[in-house]
């Protein structure tokens, strides 16, 4: 074993051994190291061996002189497999150390240039670094480099690096501050400075030594610069040269163009080959605030040249119309930032889901939705919007109070149902906007499912002004239905049960033949409110109890923030009487009991068979309407409406009075009505011209002998 190691020794020592002071820990080294400790310990303590010897003065007590002492370490050599540093300590300087290189002759120059050797037989020397120490040089950079991340040019020590990217990046600014210096006033605004004659002769005299010097040894890095800025090509080797740290760069996400702002770049290896790394920051809505969401992008090695603009991401300003560009991100930016908090909306594009693997997949998606990236996060697995806080210098604060958007379609809109109570909130700067995702998370009510939304795609809803009036049912009827309704969903209901939180909802039974308007009384009534429509069925919850519990809790909590109108559609299986052999259902119902219960919003239950209900759940519903087949007046009334919505669509009929009137002796159901129209419309379609009575009749398939045949005609 060699090297040296420190012992501590003080416990194999008697105590009238080791007085007090003196340091109990001392060198050792194998087997040399027995006969040097007896003989220091034998030195140190002569005075105990006989009386009669002088007494040795008493050492300082530890750390009570006003003095510095200095020790030199070297490194020892290590064994083979040791990866541990040791170092051997002593007051003697190594022979190794000389005088600093910086002093004060080499202090009083413009700059000072670092070399350092090469390994490249081609050259002796490369350039390591620069230290700028003229004021006015750092006066000029600070103009040049202003808002360059990184760089501080009022620091006493102004140090850069090979490759030196600031100069590089900034390489056309360097120019043009050189060519502008016989002006005393430099830029503009904020970030103007002002030179004295003898300022701008001495700056002059600085930047020329600067740009010289800057010239001879990066001149093929900078003439391969504004080569690519002129032809807007570039090579891999040179893809660091054209990303600017804090400049905006462009990437197409399922093609859409999207903003970003260039952090960093690397080159480096990947399972896929070489590639430079792109760390990118966008503005994203978490669900509780907006912040910056990190994203990588990596550029793999190709040969030769590539037009800039067929990257899979290139800076903004190399776009042939950045302009218009700029401005096209800055108003979707905008739009993003309205629909913060959760909103409703039409949609109709492309969106994004995952798979199982949490894989992004492209799907397509149409209808309503609702924006809401905080119900995202809670309700599903699926990847959500991470972010880290904003910087200062993001924030834009204004006198406006502006709400979070946690509203329906039209947050400005006087009394409007789901409008939130404003609070002041940061606004985001147009710089931001430029830079927004292009993505907000929310739910398909017609998928049933979690999506990302492009926000180009979002629009406002298209309101059926006519949808609750077009309902076939006695005026007394519609009135308390929407009466309840709206007093519901205003929240001015302050009636509560003897147990406070049961019985604050209202909870709607309709009942009666398929295709008589059940569904679409719920319908009417969240179109009428300009609030969403939930609709639940059995395939949504499945068969066991306790998932079936779990699910229901989730949706009510969903539909509850949205204040929607909750419709559980064909809710026989759920609703029907409790027996004494089936548990399973008797949970299922007890389940929907619970809910029932302390549910606090517009519960919709419609039913073909009211006559199976569970007698517990009758004493819980607070309006039951009982739709009777429709009669000849009823369904005239259904041809009428379906007819005029067709009208507005573009198509047109000659059906006259009477043809409706026998028409509507037809016993069909409003569903059957309203798929004969249908396939008549996407006959006409192909067919063009106006509606006529030979297209319906071909549809229903009158015989000759007058004997009508109604066909299914789907659902």
């Known amino acids: 074993m060699s090297g040296k190691r420190l012992v501590e020794i003080s416990s194999f020592l008697p105590r009238c051994l080791s007085p007090p002071g003196v340091v109990r820990t001392i060198g050792l080294s194998t087997t040399s190291s027995l006969p040097r400790l007896r003989a220091t310990t034998a030195q140190r303590f002569r005075h105990n061996s006989t009386s009669t010897q002088t007494t040795a003065e008493k050492p300082v007590p530890t750390g009570t002189l006003s003095s510095i002492k200095t020790l030199y370490g070297q490194e020892e050599e290590r064994e083979n497999g040791d990866d541990e540093v040791r170092f051997t300590w002593s007051e003697k300087q190594p022979s190794y150390i000389t005088e600093a290189a910086e002093n004060e002759e080499t202090a009083s120059h413009a700059f000072i240039v670092r070399q350092k050797k090469s390994f490249d037989s081609r050259r002796g020397l490369d350039l390591h670094s620069i230290i700028i120490q003229s004021p006015w040089l750092k006066k000029a950079l600070g103009t040049i480099l202003s808002g360059y991340p990184g760089v501080t040019c009022e ?80 090579t891999y080797e040179h893809l660091w040269t054209i ?3 804090g400049g905006v760069v462009l990437s197409s996400h399922s093609e859409t163009l999207s903003g970003y702002e260039f952090v960093s770049g690397e080159y480096l290896c990947t399972d896929d080959g070489p590639a430079y ?76 889901t995952w798979d199982e693997g949490h894989r992004q997949q492209r799907t397509t998606a149409s209808g309503r939705i609702i924006i809401d990236a905080q119900s995202f996060n809670r309700f599903t697995y699926l990847p959500g919007i991470r972010t880290e806080s904003l910087k200062e210098t993001d924030k834009v604060i204004t006198d406006e109070q502006k709400p979070i958007n946690e509203t329906g379609d039209s947050p400005s809109e006087p009394g409007h149902p789901l409008n939130s109570p404003p609070e002041s909130r940061v606004r985001l700067s147009e710089q931001l906007h430029l830079i927004s995702s292009p993505l907000v998370r929310g739910y398909s009510l017609k998928a049933k499912k979690w999506l990302a939304f492009f926000v180009d795609h979002i629009t406002p809803i298209k309101w059926n002004a006519s949808a609750f009036s077009s309902l076939v049912l006695p005026p007394s009827e519609k009135e308390l239905i929407m009466s309840m309704a709206e007093t519901q969903s205003s929240g001015s209901s302050q009636f509560d049960d003897v147990i406070a939180g049961k019985g604050r909802g209202i909870i709607m039974l309709l009942s009666g033949p398929p295709g008589i308007g059940k569904t679409l009384t719920a319908e009417s009534i969240a179109e009428q409110m300009r609030i969403p429509l939930y609709t639940l069925s059995a395939s949504d919850l499945g068969q066991d109890p306790s998932d079936i519990e779990d699910k229901l809790n989730n949706v009510v909590a969903m539909v509850m923030k949205w204040r929607a109108v909750l419709l559980l559609d064909e809710a026989d299986i759920f609703l029907e009487t409790r027996g004494s052999f089936d548990l399973e259902r008797n949970k299922v119902v007890s389940v929907f009991l619970r809910t029932l219960e302390y549910y606090e919003g517009i519960f919709v239950l419609t039913t073909n068979r009211s006559g199976n209900i569970d007698p517990a759940f009758q004493s819980r519903i607070h309006v039951a309407i009982e739709y009777p087949a429709l009669a000849a007046p009823a369904r005239r009334k259904v041809w009428d409406n379906i007819l005029a919505q067709q009208e507005l669509l573009g198509v047109r009929h000659e059906l006259t009075k009477g043809d409706l009137e026998e028409l509507s002796r037809l016993e069909l159901n409003g569903r059957q009505i309203k798929n004969v129209l249908k396939t008549a419309q996407l006959l006409l379609e192909k067919r063009g011209g106006m509606l006529r009575r030979e297209i319906v009749d071909t549809i229903l398939d009158i015989g000759k002998g007058g004997k009508r045949i109604v066909m299914g005609l789907g659902s």
């Not at 020590?157 to 005393?184: C, D, Q, T, V, Y």
């Not at 990118?280 to 040969?303: M, P, Q, T, V």
């Open 277 to 352: 790394q792109l760390k990118l920051e966008c503005i994203a809505w978490d669900g509780l605030r907006f912040g910056r969401h990190k994203s990588d992008f990596y550029l793999y090695e190709f040969k030769g040249m590539k037009d800039i603009t067929k990257l899979k991401a290139y800076p903004l300003a190399f776009h042939p119309e950045k302009e218009q560009v700029r401005h096209r991100l800055v108003d979707r930016g905008k739009k993003a930032e309205e629909l913060a908090g959760y909103c409703y909306k039409a949609y109709d594009g492309m969106a994004i």
């Open 243 to 245: 990303f600017q740290p």
């Open 155 to 234: 620091l006493d020590r102004l140090e850069f690096h090979a490759p030196f990217e600031p100069f590089i990046h900034r390489w056309g600014n360097i120019l043009k501050f050189n060519e502008a210096l016989p002006s005393a006033l430099l830029g503009s605004g904020e970030e103007a400075i002002y030179f004295s004659e003898d300022d701008i002769l001495k700056t002059k005299a600085h930047m020329k030594l600067l740009l010289e010097f800057l010239h001879s040894e990066l001149k093929e890095t900078t003439d391969a610069v504004v080569d690519f800025q002129d032809h807007g090509v570039c």
